[in-house]
């Protein structure tokens, strides 16, 4: 089961909030019908727009790297976090790099996403796997 918590040391959530906060990250990961208008609802009713889950990954860490559009969409509407680092130092920029979606890539950098956020971040992602048509978007020259 997903553990989950916007303070690491506060572990004793009980299981029907468990449960309802495991049902909003696999929307972040597989999308749905209504999933972005899912989230505008419980955000504008006080859902915590960074909520992390267990490996530290944010609503939009997840949504960012399985290309949920319309679900980062409202996510970056509401003020949720580009640059929040997962547990393994990723940035949610770096990881669109990785799994070559210039759509979210795009949306990312005009919500104000580091390209130096992260480890490895943006630049060296872009350099590591070759993505040069990125270097001058992410404010890089070769």
Same mark, same amino acid.
């Given at each position: $089961?997903?553990?989950?918590?916007?303070?690491?040391?506060?572990?004793?959530?009980?299981?029907? !909030? %468990?449960?309802?906060?495991?049902?909003?990250?696999? @929307? =972040?990961?597989? #999308?749905?019908?209504?999933?972005?208008?899912?989230?505008?609802?419980?955000?504008?009713? #006080?859902?915590?727009?960074? @909520?992390?889950?267990?490996?530290?990954?944010?609503?939009? $860490?997840?949504?960012?790297?399985?290309?949920?559009?319309?679900?980062? +969409? !409202?996510?970056?509407?509401?003020?949720?976090?580009?640059? *929040?680092?997962?547990?393994?130092?990723?940035?949610? @920029? *770096? #990881?669109?790099?990785?799994?070559? +979606? +210039?759509?979210?890539?795009? %949306?990312?950098? *005009?919500?104000?996403?580091?390209?130096? *956020? #992260?480890?490895?971040?943006? !630049?060296? =992602?872009?350099? $590591?796997?070759? %993505?040069? +048509?990125?270097?001058?978007?992410?404010?890089?020259?070769?």
């Amino acid at each position: $089961m997903t553990q989950f918590s916007t303070n690491p040391d506060h572990q004793d959530i009980p299981d029907d !909030v %468990r449960e309802f906060a495991t049902e909003l990250f696999d @929307l =972040c990961r597989h #999308g749905g019908e209504n999933a972005a208008e899912t989230f505008h609802n419980y955000l504008n009713i #006080g859902l915590p727009v960074d @909520l992390a889950n267990q490996d530290g990954n944010t609503f939009l $860490m997840l949504a960012a790297y399985n290309g949920q559009l319309d679900i980062l +969409d !409202v996510l970056i509407e509401h003020g949720a976090d580009v640059n *929040a680092l997962n547990d393994r130092q990723q940035s949610p @920029l *770096a #990881g669109a790099i990785f799994k070559k +979606d +210039d759509a979210v890539v795009s %949306r990312l950098l *005009a919500a104000g996403a580091s390209p130096t *956020a #992260g480890q490895p971040n943006a !630049v060296e =992602c872009a350099t $590591m796997f070759g %993505r040069h +048509d990125l270097l001058e978007q992410l404010g890089e020259t070769e």
